[in-house]
């Protein structure tokens, strides 16, 4: 049984750092594409980062180039969100998603396996 369990999320202030992480279980690590989505109340859920599966490459939305990295480690089977300068528009429900042979994974719907969230607040 595949599991996505993302930790690390929790309240701080503007300015501030998380550093999220989603440990991957019950699959062959290294064959998919990993990323994060979040999910603001109200608002609809929307793709904040992702590292390719083959050669690693990342991608981030606008809003959070220079600010967040992604990462994993395959000997771990985690992937990690460094945040920086959180923003309280950055705060979110931020999901772990995994795509088998994952390349692009912007599309919610093309997404195969999703974590069940941690939540993110930035007081301002």
């Known amino acids: 049984q595949v599991q996505l369990a993302e930790s690390g999320g929790g309240l701080v202030q503007s300015g501030g750092s998380l550093r999220l992480a989603c440990a991957a279980s019950?699959?062959?690590?290294?064959?998919?594409?990993l990323g994060w989505f979040r999910q603001a109340p109200g608002k609809e859920r929307e793709f904040v980062a992702a590292?390719?599966?083959?050669?690693?490459?990342?991608s981030l939305i606008d809003s959070v180039k220079g600010r967040f990295t992604i990462s994993r480690d395959n000997v771990k089977s985690t992937m990690y969100l460094q945040m920086n300068s959180l923003k309280p528009e950055d705060s979110a429900v931020y999901y772990c998603?995994?795509?088998?042979?994952?390349?692009?994974?912007?599309?919610?719907?093309?997404?195969?396996?999703w974590g069940k969230g941690t939540l993110v607040t930035v007081s301002s």
């Open positions: 998603v995994a795509k088998f042979f994952g390349r692009v994974l912007t599309d919610p719907k093309a997404i195969n396996f």
């Open positions: 590292i390719n599966w083959g050669d690693d490459s990342t």
């Open positions: 019950g699959l062959t690590f290294v064959n998919y594409g």
